[in-house]
């Protein structure tokens, strides 16, 4: 219960956060780039910020744009179609029974062994 309390703050500091933050109204052009540019430039996120570290004229997100519809575009970009996208890790669980030779060559059944696949 504490840790979901913990995790409730977190999420209400953050959205009270995001509350100040702001776009300068420099940074809106009529003509900018929209949804669509947002949507690529948040595909290709891992890669232009990969290239960005080695080459200054790479930026992995244009300013001006068009202010919230390439920000839409961007966050699904980012979150539905490129790096969030992936399913998450699946955990296989398998079981076998080991047969271990007894004493006078009898075979032993009763160790379960639980193997965990990830991936």
């Known amino acids: 219960m504490l840790t979901r309390a913990r995790l409730l703050s977190a999420f209400g500091l ?3 956060l995001s509350a100040c933050a702001r776009q300068s109204a420099a940074a809106i052009v ?3 780039p929209g949804f669509f540019q947002g949507l690529w430039d948040g595909f290709i ?6 290239v960005s570290l080695f080459v200054p004229e790479v ?6 744009n ?3 519809w390439y920000d839409f575009g961007y966050f699904l970009g980012i979150v539905v ?3 969030g996208a992936r399913g ?3 955990v296989v669980y398998r079981t076998r029974t080991v047969r271990e030779r007894g ?3 009898s075979t032993v059944e009763g160790r379960v062994i639980r193997e965990e696949d990830e991936g």
């Open 88 to 90: 998450g890790t699946k």
């Open 66 to 68: 068009n202010g919230g």
């Open 59 to 64: 930026a992995v997100y244009a300013v001006p």
């Open 14 to 16: 953050a959205f009270t």
């Open 81 to 83: 179609f490129g790096v």
């Open 30 to 32: 009529a003509g900018g």
């Open 103 to 105: 004493a006078r060559g």
């Open 45 to 50: 996120f891992p890669f232009a910020w990969i």
